[in-house]
């Protein structure tokens, strides 16, 4: 019960959402070095296209786990909820299609300046509403502003020629210093996110005369 009271919290949650995004780390650069060694080689390696996906699977289900904990547990901050779930919807959508899970080749250009400047500057207004935390802290505000302008030199992908799968690499990189971030400023008591299920705190004044 109280491991489960320790995830069951806004520490529990973001630090789901911190291990999901170090998830997709490993999982892009392992997937893009052994897709470096089979154009070289043309030799398909099963046992690492497994590991690979189990990553990835695993990285979605605690995204996922974080988006609804967030929904669940946060008083208010609506428009950030909707923005977590919104982007889970699309950083799926965007993998499913770049790593040719599904034949949409017909509709979908992994390498579109388009799609890469749209995704960079989505994921940064998705970053943005993460002020909805503690929005006059200058510490969220400070940690907010970096991962944004992480997120928007993803459109550098553009110059490379590489494809939108470069963007949410950077993205998740982002996210792994704003949630390291939102867990510092948690211990160190510099935020207090409100959440249901918090301990009501209950301030005691004895009166002037009873010192």
Request: negative net charge.
């Amino acid at each position: 019960m109280e491991k489960f009271n320790k995830i069951n919290s806004f520490r529990g949650y973001t630090k789901i959402g911190l291990i999901a995004n170090i998830m997709f780390v490993i999982f892009i650069i392992v997937t893009m070095i052994y897709y470096a060694y089979y154009r070289r080689t043309g030799n398909i390696v099963i046992p690492v296209e497994v590991i690979a996906y189990s990553i990835e699977v695993g990285g979605f289900l605690m995204m996922l786990v974080s988006v609804v904990g967030y929904g669940v547990k946060l008083r208010f901050r609506h428009f950030l909820k909707v923005c977590m779930a919104i982007y889970f919807v699309v950083e799926f959508v965007i993998m499913i299609c770049d790593f040719n899970l599904i034949d949409v080749e017909d509709f979908y250009t992994p390498a579109s300046k388009i799609l890469i400047i749209g995704h960079c500057v989505f994921s940064a207004i998705v970053a943005m509403s993460y002020l909805q935390l503690e929005p006059n802290k200058t510490c969220i505000q400070i940690a907010v502003t970096i991962s944004a302008v992480l997120m928007m030199l993803g459109t550098f992908a553009i110059v490379f020629g590489v494809r939108v799968y470069a963007s949410v690499l950077v993205n998740s990189f982002a996210y792994i210093i704003l949630y390291s971030l939102i867990l510092v400023f948690h211990s160190r008591e510099m935020i207090d996110v409100d959440c249901h299920g918090d301990v009501a705190k209950v301030y005691e004044d004895d009166g002037f005369f009873e010192d």
